[in-house]
């Protein structure tokens, strides 16, 4: 059986370490750890394939731009025959504190328009993902800006222990499941 993982964000320098590209920062951090190589996939995105407690592990950064990811995540999971429910986008959240996870089986996009793009293609909300906690929200500041702001100094410290965090949570699903790595990590 394989696994996609999916890391949301946007191509290009200017939004590497913005708030909005944790999702890339996080498939980064366990493709490092992983020792995965990143390849072209379809002039989509960027992927790599590694081997973790047994299972094929596909890792997905669509470059599309948020707001089309769908269409890269349901290109590779139609060549490799992996359904919805084996896939896990990993995504950030701004009602979440900084450095906050939460993984959830299903549900909707949220507002989120790179989640709302992957529902869409993929036709189902019954798909797990990783949310990644960038708020609060300064109250009288844009969402757009925010998300594409950069973390302050102290917020990246908080970061860097959180990307931990969160590869150690997809191991935990890919070794024992959404449940125990739902009960451990929310």
Not at 35 to 52: C, N, R
Not at 119 to 128: R, S, V, W
Request: charged share 25%.
């Amino acid at each position: 059986m394989a696994i996609l993982l999916v890391g949301l964000g946007n191509p290009g320098t200017e939004y590497a370490r913005t708030r909005h590209n944790v999702g890339f920062r996080i498939l980064d951090a366990a493709a490092n750890k992983w020792g995965a190589e990143w390849k072209p996939w379809q002039k989509l995105g960027e992927y790599a394939k590694v081997s973790v407690g047994g299972a094929d592990v596909f890792l997905l950064k669509p470059l599309t731009y948020m707001n089309e990811s769908g269409r890269a995540v349901s290109s590779l999971a139609r060549f490799y025959k992996i359904t919805p429910q084996n896939c896990v986008i990993c995504f950030d959240e701004a009602a979440l504190p900084v450095g906050q996870l939460r993984l959830r089986k299903s549900g909707s996009s949220g507002g989120q328009k790179g989640m709302k793009s992957v529902i869409e293609q993929l036709g189902t909300q019954d798909i797990p993902r990783l949310r990644l906690g960038i708020g609060p929200k300064p109250e009288k500041m844009d969402l757009v800006n925010f998300v594409l702001g950069k973390f302050s100094r102290e917020e990246e410290d908080i970061l860097a222990r959180t990307l931990t965090r969160a590869v150690s949570a997809l191991e935990t699903y890919l070794s024992h499941g959404i449940e125990k790595a739902m009960d451990r990590f929310n």
